[in-house]
């Protein structure tokens, strides 16, 4: 079976260290992105997946496409042309001082790609599941209309559609998309939604905002998975990480998943974080990766968090694991249990 994950990729690039950006001297230069390290993270795993995008014709667009293809990736759908390829620059935190993400985006090739340049029949001929997140639609309003065409051709098709709802308020308001992310989710089979994504996104409430007890407000995101499966009832399936952030570095984690009017829950694991990005990306990579496998709910949910806190130990955007890596961290734990 293969996936298709579709957004933009982007140049990242980060301060040694713990660095800020107003005394830095240097860059660490990388690639990612939400849906290609979802991309990256199913190639390791062995899965079949393409990943859809545009990559201006220049090195760095070129060694974007590089990093995917080393990882065994299929770029073959990737469209070319624009001028620019995003960028990102990435500040790690420390202690009580947040980490801070600058975007450099505008104007980049994907956000400047026209919805009429997706040949949906063609893209879509070999394709068995459908990935992007709420970042994608955000980026333009053709990318919204692109969005919804893709979700409404793997309706007819029947082909699952799995969506990280991934709110960023630096790219739109919680207005802006409610009324995007509203239409789109009557097309989604599998919702992914951490923290105030939620709200953001849907208007319902799961969290209060406080950071350092999201586990504790275990009922509320109960609540909430519920209501989005009776708002929208093509959604089989919705899944979200619970976290108490300490700081920087210490936070703890845990995982929920609702399916068939059944919760699964996991163990929590207790973190040191090195580095506290893509860890959404890397839950909803196991997701998909135990979908693509038939794992039972209650295995499908314990990888898929394994693979999360494994991504909490690895610098970059990408998850570069195994799957023996994510079992040995997931038996190591105590065992996902069934709550009704």
Request: hydrophobic share 40%; net charge negative.
């Amino acid at each position: 079976m293969k996936v298709l994950s579709f957004g933009e990729m982007m140049l990242r690039l980060k301060t040694p260290g713990n660095e800020r950006i107003l005394q830095t001297q240097s860059y660490e230069a990388t690639y990612g992105g939400a849906e290609a390290n979802v991309a990256v993270s199913l190639a390791l795993l062995g899965d079949e997946v393409s990943y859809l995008s545009k990559f201006p014709n220049n090195p760095l667009g070129q060694a974007a496409k590089s990093t995917l293809q080393k990882y065994g990736v299929d770029t073959s759908k990737i469209l070319t042309g624009g001028d620019r390829l995003g960028i990102y620059f990435f500040e790690k935190g420390t202690s009580v001082r947040s980490t801070n993400v600058v975007y450099d985006r505008a104007y980049s090739a994907f956000s400047q790609v026209a919805q009429t340049e997706f040949d949906w029949p063609t893209i879509f001929k070999d394709v068995d599941y459908f990935y992007f997140s709420g970042i994608t639609p955000a980026i333009s309003p053709d990318l919204e209309q692109a969005a919804l065409a893709a979700c409404e051709y793997c309706k007819q098709q029947g082909i699952p559609v799995v969506c990280d709802l991934n709110y960023r308020a630096k790219m739109w308001s919680p207005e802006q998309a409610q009324k995007v992310i509203s239409k789109i989710m009557e097309y989604v089979t599998i919702c992914i939604a951490h923290d105030e994504d939620f709200e953001a996104t849907l208007g319902i409430q799961a969290f209060d905002g406080d950071s350092s007890r999201g586990i504790e407000q275990k009922e509320s995101f109960k609540a909430a998975m519920k209501q989005v499966q009776a708002d929208y009832p093509n959604c089989k399936m919705v899944a979200s990480i619970l976290r108490n952030i300490y700081s920087v570095e210490a936070s703890q984690w845990t995982a929920l998943l609702l399916t068939d009017e059944t919760f699964y829950e996991t163990a929590t694991y207790d973190m040191h974080v090195m580095e506290g990005v893509a860890a959404g990306d890397a839950f909803g990579a196991g997701l998909l990766h135990g979908l693509l496998h038939d794992y039972s709910s209650e295995k499908l949910v314990k990888f898929a968090l394994a693979a999360s806190v494994l991504k909490l130990t690895i610098t970059g955007d990408l998850n570069l694991v195994s799957e023996a890596e994510i079992n040995q961290v997931m038996e190591s734990n105590s065992g996902a249990r069934l709550a009704r």
